[in-house]
Nanobody, 116 residues
Framework: QVQLVESGGGLVQAGGSLRLSCATSGNIFSINDMNWYRQAPGKERELVAALTSDGSTNYADSVKGRFTISRDSAKNTVYLQMNSLKPEDTGIYYC??????????WGQGTQVTVSS
């Protein structure tokens, strides 16, 4: 089992920045991939940023150049640095990890609201 606790969401004006954190615990040595998803009102959940165990990253086209996913192994935490935020970035952001056994775990979500 892996537990995820997200933090760092909030209300920010367009052009501002936020950093989301996802603290992991439990069987963290089984974690392979670490991802951030978001779900905007009335839309499906979408992958925003991905980080694989070998350090490779991948981003949705809509956030490339603005968002950065990173990991602090010493703190067992994955981050999502979000800069130049836009109103369309508004949504609930979810931390997701996939283990070596291809089992997925989700955090509870954190709300990000960007005002225009």
């Amino acid at each position: 089992q892996v537990q995820l606790v997200e933090s760092g969401g909030g209300l920010v004006q367009a052009g501002g920045s936020l950093r989301l954190s996802c603290a992991t615990s439990g069987n963290i040595f089984s974690i392979n991939d670490m991802n951030w998803y978001r779900q905007a009102p009335g839309k499906e959940r979408e992958l925003v940023a991905a980080l694989t165990s070998d350090g490779s990253t991948n981003y949705a086209d809509s956030v490339k150049g603005r968002f950065t996913i990173s990991r602090d192994s010493a703190k067992n935490t994955v981050y999502l640095q979000m800069n130049s935020l836009k109103p369309e970035d508004t949504g609930i952001y979810y931390c997701n990890v996939v283990t070596l056994f291809r089992r997925a775990y989700w955090g509870q979500g954190t709300q990000v609201t960007v005002s225009s």
